[in-house]
């Protein structure tokens, strides 16, 4: 018998289940596009079946990283752009666990870059989800590195001499097997992203555009926004590689320009999961690890019998 | 070093298997009956530059390198750079013979390939030994192991030169041969071994050996380990199941030997993009409920700051290694100091609180680790083994028995489901997993996919359940919590008594004191200075935080002055003890070496003689005294 008997538990959940009740209203600004990333979560936890206690969503630091204050599941409210590698070892200590991270664009495309690349590369099956309001949020509107050239802040007066980072593409080139991105603004496909994310054997990115009313007053709402997946404006096949890289550029550069397009880029459902290629080597057992620790009958070797020869 | 003693050193250069010969001979003699315990020294190169191993062999037990070494084997660098004027490192191709000359002990041996090495670029050899009246056999090695093999048999020729000359049966060395090398290359070594065995048997008057092996017994069965094989073994029979980490020399041998083992043990081990994914890796592996571990050297720990404060506020049991060496910066990353000391204690935001073991040997470096684990597991807190190059590198003989111990998977404080069920939970199901009254200061917690067990555990300061809070109350309650974890594991520590060691007569008049891995040396040391009439006692600490400060309290108290013995620049360890103790530093001197060496016994000697009792000035700069406050 399970000791995580939440996981894989049949619930019918309703979305409120999602809300905790010691904090149910957020302190995000009114209007902010972090509104939007909550309810989508809820909406698709809800859809998935997904019962409380079988997910751990795990975040930075920023506005975005108390997402998991206002959701009611397991939560790890991390440091500055290392929720990934928390989430990758929970994920590979007990597989079972449904994991999501998340965080900001400081939070995962600055500080947290290296671990995003490689969390990417090594394709580990959890979704994360960057909330990309193109500027730091929490500590009063400086520019990020998503921020557009010529941003003007506080701590860039003559505006930003650094062209933005573009996090689809990297993404795909680091390795990621599904990118996706949408907006606030638009709630069913945000729901219906996260659902596809969480149900991914892989590494999903989904880049969140959320607006900030506070400290991105010029930037837009990311409204009107283009599904490129329904225009017919935008033809590609985005389980092709380079195609999907080639959408993604002008995707990136379309939205500087005032063009929002949103949509799934890249779909990959081919490629093993980090655990599966790990399990193919010999490298992680097939059974939870985290379920041993509960095993009264597992035999727990010891360096006595195991070890020693080779030393006498 | 007694007369009863051979302490072998074999030179060469790197990449030209000095270690795996050295390993081997030690190895050999241990298994006949023998104590050992090496010490390598080499640089932080792939291919050539000096590298040596000495093997120090006696047939009563050894807790150091000992002073200085009686038998060289000088073989050639194969990888030594061409000599050009000007440049610094000089001419690399004769340094196996020409750098090791220094610490030779008067009559000792030396042999050396005349195949590669020509005596007579050496500056006053013939003069130097005969002043130090040194015994020299020049021997073309490399020839021999042609003949027979490849060239770089000659270490297996040189070792069966050593046996013809220090008179080792060559069974001895010959067997152990046998089970660690493939049948492929074996006949040609055992011809090479007994073509140079028999060639010195001839030529060279072996009836009157000038420096001979010991002979010996074991009480019981013997193993051939390092710092870092204990560590690992310690950390695999507390149920540690997960480990990741970043290469780094030295942490990298325990982060090998965990990851080689692993998947046979159905566990997991990671290799990551840096040691701030590393630690975080061990803190998710053991917030879901898995017993983890990860660490590494100065350099690498640094990067681990940020995520041990982590650790510390959400209450996640963490187990991190640290494998000090010389600092700051990269300093040299292949040699051992303790300066780490500090970094380790304190490093992260915030008032910091953990454990910190520094053990002094082998087999405390299995048990310590061991207790690391359980602590971390049970008071959810970081729990750190902090050692160096030195330790972790260094072989020496340990009773088999020491770890004929049962594994303990032990979770430690985790509800199970049944558990929570009857457990508090607020409103809409989270369960309080950090509640401010509990018996000792630990709130039981769940893990993620329990069913009724979920919380969120935050870097934040938090409420019971875990959500954020600045409230002064909340605040308060909580930090008292953690904090009084610390108090009762020093409880915990004092009544076991079991990690710091006094060695020597109760009632001496004066002290060593010293931490980690120089524990063996100062009490050898010690043990040197009461046979020349002095009234010395040694303190090892290993408990480094929370600090012993009664039983180290209570040593000052009971000696007239002590000397504080320590790897580091700025007598760290000296420092922590004022700092915990509040005094004591008109008290207490320093005795500190940072080039690179760890200490000799006859260092201590020396300083304890010439610097703390006598007032005279050391000779040179090995080491450097600092005296008490006052003077």
């Given at each position: 018998m399970s000791a995580f008997s939440a996981i894989g538990e049949e619930t019918e959940q309703d979305q409120n289940e999602f809300t905790p009740g010691l904090e149910p209203q957020p302190t995000w600004c009114p209007g902010c596009g972090d509104f939007g990333v909550l309810k989508a979560l809820k909406g698709a936890a809800a859809e998935l079946g997904l019962s409380p206690d079988e997910m751990m969503v795990t975040t930075g630091i920023g506005c975005s990283?108390?997402?998991?204050?206002?959701?009611?599941?397991?939560?790890?409210?991390?440091?500055?752009?290392?929720?990934?590698?928390?989430?990758?070892?929970?994920?590979?200590?007990?597989?079972?666990?449904?994991v999501v991270a998340a965080g900001g664009d400081g939070d995962g495309y600055g500080i947290g870059g290296n671990h995003f690349m490689h969390t990417a590369r090594e394709n580990h099956d959890?979704?994360?989800?960057?909330?990309?309001?193109?500027?730091?949020?929490l500590t009063k509107g400086?520019?990020?590195?998503?921020?557009?050239?010529?941003?003007?802040?506080?701590?860039?007066?003559?505006?930003?001499?650094?062209?933005?980072?573009?996090?689809?593409?990297?993404?795909?080139?680091?390795?990621?097997?599904?990118?996706?991105?949408?907006a606030a603004v638009n709630p069913n496909q945000a729901k219906d992203i996260i659902v596809e994310a969480i149900q991914h054997d892989g590494f999903s990115h989904v880049d969140f555009l959320t607006q900030c009313p506070t400290w991105n007053k010029d930037a837009r709402q990311y409204v009107p926004y283009i599904d490129?997946?329904?225009?017919?404006?935008?033809?590609?096949?985005?389980?092709?590689?380079?195609?999907?890289?080639?959408?993604m550029f002008e995707t990136e550069n379309a939205l500087h320009e005032g063009t929002v397009l949103t949509g799934r880029y890249y779909v990959d459902e081919d490629r093993p999961s980090y655990q599966q290629e790990k399990q193919r080597i010999g490298e992680m057992p097939e059974e939870p690890l985290a379920e041993r620790y509960f095993d009264d009958s597992y035999e727990w070797e010891r360096t006595f019998d195991n070890f020693l020869d080779k030393h006498k | 070093m007694t007369d009863h003693e051979l302490i072998w050193r074999i030179a060469g250069g790197s990449g030209d298997g000095i270690a795996s010969t050295s390993q081997n001979f030690a190895k050999a003699l241990m298994r006949a009956g023998l104590h050992v315990f090496t010490h390598?020294?080499?640089?932080?190169?792939?291919?050539?530059?000096?590298?040596?191993?000495?093997?120090?062999?006696?047939?009563?037990?050894?807790?150091?390198?000992?002073?200085?070494?009686?038998?060289?084997?000088?073989?050639?660098?194969?990888?030594?750079?061409?000599?050009?004027?000007?440049?610094?490192?000089?001419?690399?191709?004769?340094?196996?013979?020409?750098?090791?000359?220094?610490?030779?002990?008067?009559?000792?041996?030396i042999v050396y390939d005349s195949g590669l090495l020509d005596a007579s670029e050496i500056e006053d050899f013939d003069e130097r030994v005969e002043e130090n009246d040194w015994h020299v056999y020049d021997i073309d090695l490399r020839t021999i192991a042609r003949e027979h093999g490849r060239e770089v048999m000659r270490n297996t020729a040189g070792v069966a030169v050593t046996c013809a000359i220090a008179g080792i049966e060559p069974d001895v060395i010959k067997s152990l041969m046998s089970d660690a090398m493939p049948d492929k290359i074996l006949e040609p070594n055992l011809t090479v071994f007994d073509d140079a065995y028999e060639m010195v048997q001839e030529e060279y008057d072996v009836e009157a050996p000038d420096v001979s092996a010991p002979t010996g017994e074991h009480d019981e069965e013997q193993v051939l380990l390092s710092g870092s094989d204990a560590i690992a073994y310690g950390a695999i029979d507390e149920g540690c199941r997960f480990i990741a980490g970043y290469p780094m020399t030295p942490w990298t041998e325990v982060f090998t030997i965990m990851t080689q083992n692993l998947p046979e043990l159905g566990g997991i081990s990671e290799q990551v993009e840096d040691e701030i994914a590393a630690a975080a890796l061990a803190i998710g592996a053991s917030h879901a409920g898995v017993k983890a571990m990860s660490g590494s050297s100065g350099g690498g720990f640094s990067l681990m700051s940020e995520p041990l404060g982590l650790a510390e506020i959400t209450e996640t049991p963490l187990v991190l290694v640290e494998a000090m060496r010389a600092g700051p910066s990269t300093g040299m990353p292949t040699k051992p100091e303790q300066s780490d000391l500090e970094h380790v204690l304190y490093t992260s935001q915030g008032d910091s609180h953990r454990i910190v073991f520094a053990p002094g040997n082998a087999a405390e470096a299995y048990y310590q680790t061991r207790k690391a684990f359980q602590i971390a597991y049970e008071y959810q807190i970081p729990s750190i083994v902090l050692y160096d190059q030195k330790l972790g590198g260094e072989l020496s003989n340990v009773p088999a028995s020491v770890f004929d111990e049962e594994p303990n998977a032990d979770l430690g404080s985790v509800l199970t489901e049944a558990e929570l069920e009857d457990a508090p939970h607020d409103d809409s199901g989270k369960y309080q997993r950090f509640q401010h009254d509990t018996e000792n200061g630990v709130s039981p917690r769940s893990l993620p996919g329990q069913k009724g067990g979920r919380y969120l555990a935050t870097g934040n300061e938090h409420m019971p359940a875990g959500h954020i809070s600045e409230s002064p109350e909340n605040r308060v309650a909580q930090m008292n919590r953690r904090m009084q974890k610390v108090d009762n594991i020093r409880a915990e520590l004092d009544a076991d008594g079991e990690f710091n060691t006094v060695h020597g007569d109760e009632d001496a008049d004066l002290g060593l004191i010293t931490f980690g891995s120089q524990q063996g040396t100062v009490e050898e040391a010690a043990d040197v200075l009461n046979e020349k009439g002095h009234s010395v006692k040694v303190l090892g600490v290993s408990e480094m935080m929370p600090f012993p400060k009664q039983q180290v309290a209570e040593f000052l108290d009971s000696v007239d002055e002590a000397l504080v013995v320590e790897m580091t620049a700025s007598a760290q360890f000296r420092g922590l003890i004022s700092k915990e103790l509040g005094g004591y530093?008109?008290?207490?001197?320093?005795?500190?070496?940072?080039?690179?060496?760890?200490?000799?016994?006859?260092?201590?000697?020396e300083g304890f003689e010439t610097a703390l009792l006598e007032g005279e000035e050391l000779p040179d700069n090995r080491t450097k005294f600092v005296p008490k406050v006052g003077e």
């Open positions: 990283g108390k997402l998991n204050s206002y959701f009611n599941s397991y939560g790890f409210h991390t440091i500055h752009g290392r929720s990934l590698p928390i989430a990758r070892a929970a994920k590979l200590a007990n597989p079972g666990l449904t959890i979704t994360y989800i960057v909330f990309n309001n193109e500027i730091f949020g400086q520019t990020s590195p998503t921020s557009p050239m010529g941003h003007k802040s506080k701590t860039q007066p003559h505006g930003s001499a650094k062209t933005p980072l573009r996090p689809l593409s990297m993404s795909l080139n680091a390795g990621a097997s599904y990118v996706a991105r949408t490129i997946n329904d225009s017919d404006d935008y033809e590609f096949d985005n389980t092709n590689r380079s195609e999907a890289s080639e959408m | 390598r020294h080499y640089p932080s190169r792939i291919r050539g530059g000096h590298t040596y191993t000495e093997v120090r062999v006696s047939a009563d037990p050894v807790k150091s390198r000992g002073d200085g070494y009686n038998f060289l084997l000088a073989l050639g660098d194969s990888f030594a750079r061409n000599p050009s004027e000007g440049a610094y490192y000089g001419n690399e191709e004769i340094k196996p013979l020409s750098e090791n000359l220094d610490e030779l002990n008067e009559g000792g041996v530093g008109d008290q207490m001197s320093s005795l500190l070496k940072y080039n690179g060496n760890p200490f000799e016994p006859a260092d201590i000697v």
